[in-house]
């Protein structure tokens, strides 16, 4: 089965960027649906965007779009989620996870799917 590694989180500024990444082993993360999600102390976990495997299609949730972005990279084996314009309330752990089905469902702003694949989580903490 897959497993996924994140990493890149730290701490920033406000307005700063980071660009977290998932590195899948011991799969293909083209076979999946990967997704990366979030949450905050006291928080309930919130998804923020997904690629679909095959054609790559990809979804961000509405509040995100146009300073979060997701990609992948075949060759590398690696989801990436590009961070802009960040602010404090954008500070919490950061996760991907997987889904053996290939699309990413996402209906008015709800993503979903049983994502049975997740990674340990890497920090983000933006200072103000």
């Known amino acids: 089965e897959v497993q996924l590694v994140e990493s890149g989180g730290g701490l920033v500024q406000t307005g700063g960027s980071l660009r977290l990444s998932c590195a899948a082993s011991?799969?293909?993360?083209?076979?999946?649906?990967v997704a990366w999600f979030r949450q905050a102390p006291g928080k309930e976990r919130e998804a923020l965007a997904c690629?679909?495997?095959?054609?790559?299609?990809?979804y961000s949730s509405n509040s995100m779009k146009g300073r979060f972005t997701i990609s992948g990279d075949t060759a590398k084996n690696t989801v990436y989620l590009q961070m802009t314009s960040l602010k404090p309330e954008d500070t919490a752990v950061y996760y991907c996870?997987?889904?053996?089905?290939?699309?990413?469902?996402?209906?008015?702003?709800?993503?979903?799917?049983?994502?049975?694949?997740w990674g340990q989580g890497t920090q983000v903490t933006v200072s103000s």
């Open positions: 996870a997987a889904n053996s089905a290939p699309a990413c469902i996402w209906y008015e702003g709800t993503l979903f799917g049983e994502y049975d694949y």
């Open positions: 011991g799969g293909t993360v083209d076979d999946y649906a």
């Open positions: 690629i679909s495997s095959g054609n790559r299609s990809t």
